[in-house]
């Protein structure tokens, strides 16, 4: 089934199986969407178990719009390993002006059918310094702190309403 949104342009069910494919089984490292030809719906383009950053960075054409889903792996402090899935909006300078517009008025409807609460961060790229590997492992991070700060609020505000 096609899930149609706002920009007129659906979510096709394989883009939300493979996000959940990711998300649970932790086999695959990335997915690739991209709008099919037809500008009708958002298609699967390629997905990925490999953990190489520069493989993916390969995948992301120099002059069309994607979309990534990538999950970054990362040790935490006291020996811990956390995974964090970033959404990558990839829109180069170079691609056409109508694509961009596409992309852009799409990726909300794209969020709230992949359930944006499984999305730590989102990335915005327009060229390959943006979306460099330390650039994702720093909103990982970010996400994680906020995370654990706004856990330690909600228990500081669970007891105050008790008392």
Known sequence: MLHTQSSGIGV???????????????????????????????????????????????????????????????????????????LISWVPDDAKVKQKMIYASSKEALKRKLQSGAIAAEVQGTDYSEVAYEIGMFWTSIASSLHALTTEIIAVLSKVAKA
């Open 12 to 86: 096709s069910d394989e883009c939300v199986a493979k996000f959940e494919e990711l998300r649970l089984g932790k086999v695959l490292k990335y997915i690739i969407l991209e709008v099919a030809p037809n500008l009708q719906e958002i298609i699967v383009g390629k997905t990925s178990q490999d953990a190489d950053y520069d493989k993916f960075l390969e995948d992301l054409p120099e002059n069309e719009c994607k979309w990534a889903i990538y999950d970054f792996a990362f040790e935490v402090d006291g020996g811990g390993k956390r995974n964090k899935i970033v």
